[in-house]
């Protein structure tokens, strides 16, 4: 997850774009019977962050203007649900309630959006200086957001599964440090509830996190996760997204979340510098973000699907 720039024209022309619709739909490599294991998004979308559920329904964030596209991961097709307010939208996830958490990168903000309707619930504004909202995960009562910028993390306390008036800043304190670059990024709980997880993009390291703000550097057995991005636990399994890589570590954790050992990396021909994943099924889909590829309102963007290793 990066930062972005870019004109006023082109964000105006990449508007229209996505207001038309773009190339969205299914691709064509689908075959009858199946889903579609490659999902057009419209044309100069900028995709960053996604989130499945409830149901086979993606949701893909736009770094470009915040917009939401929904995808039915059954057919490929999908459209814009909730149009942005001009600033990213990152890391997401939905809740049981169908309710979608997202990270508001530079605009330094969250929101929580209806994902059947695509009305904004609720807004937060989490600081008002320099800001790199970055990734969001939900815990039992609480949803919890990193800031690449700021050595914070920003909580939701959900009591009841209601939304809070503000934001708590939690600071973090420990062996985490912050330098140049992207800090903390990708973000998960510990295999037994007890904690979080973070990677750092600039150094590769992995941190356990207290709820207090306490971090700890998680025992990667001189292993590496430069430029880890988005975070995805199954049991004590977790998928680290690599973007400029163009892989997914697969890391096999003890329970407390103190030691990852990574036991394979995979990657996919049509990776494009991916930027995070979400599973469903027996699948790992992942926006492609392109980092790499100078964005304008015609530039085609997928998100492609994997089998789960």
Do not use: C
């Not at 930062?3 to 064509?28: E, K, R, V, W, Y």
């Not at 909202?133 to 949803?143: M, S, W």
């Amino acid at each position: 997850m990066r930062s972005i720039t870019g004109s006023g024209a082109i964000l105006a022309a990449l508007m229209l774009a996505i207001t038309m619709g773009g190339s969205a739909g299914a691709a064509a490599d689908r075959r009858a019977g199946t889903s579609p294991t490659s999902i057009s998004l419209p044309d100069g979308f900028q995709p960053e962050g996604i989130a499945i559920g409830p149901g086979p329904f993606a949701f893909i964030g736009s770094m470009a203007d915040g917009s939401i596209y929904r995808a039915d991961l059954r057919t490929g097709g999908g459209a814009i649900i909730s149009r942005g307010p001009g600033t990213p939208s990152l890391g997401m996830k939905t809740d049981p309630r169908g309710r979608l958490f997202v990270a508001g990168g530079t605009g330094g903000d969250a929101r929580v959006i209806d994902s059947r309707t695509g009305r904004v619930l609720a807004s937060y504004r989490l600081t008002t200086g320099p800001a790199f909202v970055n990734d969001v995960i939900l815990t039992q009562g609480a949803a919890w957001f990193t800031d690449s910028t700021n050595p914070v993390l920003y909580k939701l306390p959900l009591r009841g599964g209601r939304l809070p008036a503000a934001a708590v800043r939690i600071p973090l304190t420990g062996e985490l440090v912050y330098g140049d670059g992207f800090n903390a990024n990708g973000i998960t709980p510990t295999p037994d509830g007890r904690g979080l997880i973070v990677v750092q993009s600039n150094t590769g390291d992995l941190f356990r996190v207290d709820r207090s703000g306490k971090t700890r550097r998680v025992n990667l057995h001189g292993e590496s996760l430069r430029e880890g991005d988005g975070l995805l636990l199954r049991g004590r399994t977790l998928y680290a997204v690599q973007n400029g890589l163009n892989a997914v570590a697969v890391l096999r954790l003890d329970a407390a979340g103190t030691s990852g050992l990574v036991v394979r990396r995979v990657s996919d021909r049509r990776f494009d510098v991916p930027a995070t994943v979400a599973a469903f099924g027996t699948r790992l889909y992942l926006p492609n973000a392109r980092f790499d590829t100078s964005p304008t309102p015609t530039t085609p963007y997928t998100a492609v699907a994997i089998n789960r290793p």
